[in-house]
């Protein structure tokens, strides 16, 4: 089976051993790491031996490129809009949980997932 691309969005955290778990997992390719940069970046650089160019400060870059997924591993807050914008670009979704801190908020995004 070939390994599904994916664009992983944050990089501290559960970002952390999501990083692990996909360098172990045969079943992934890391296509993209977004994160804000600082520390948990250069970290997850060096740690994970990655190279600059699937280093992304900007969501809408990443999704740019031929990935088949993302990933969700940013703060609870900004689940939804990420999820949501993954799913705009025609990726598939991974979203650590809760999906949302808002139950509204979760509810629409599964909509609009199942819509897509």
């Known amino acids: ?26 079943d992934w390719e890391l296509a993209g790491l977004v994160s804000r940069g ?3 970046l250069e970290q997850a650089k060096s740690q994970w031996q990655l190279s600059d160019d699937l280093c992304f400060a ?10 088949d997924a993302v990933l969700v591993t940013v703060p609870h ?12 670009a025609g990726k598939h979704v991974l979203c650590e ?4 801190d808002d139950f509204q908020a979760a509810v629409d995004l599964v ?5 897509t």
């Open 1 to 26: 089976m070939t390994p599904l691309k994916i664009i992983q969005v944050g990089s501290g955290g559960w970002g952390k051993s999501w990083l692990k778990f996909l360098s172990e997992s045969n």
């Open 38 to 40: 600082g520390e948990n």
């Open 58 to 67: 900007d969501l809408d870059e990443a999704l740019a490129t031929s990935a």
């Open 77 to 88: 807050h900004l689940h939804v809009p990420v999820a949501r914008k993954a799913l705009e």
């Open 97 to 100: 949980k809760p999906i949302s």
């Open 111 to 115: 909509s609009f997932a199942e819509s």
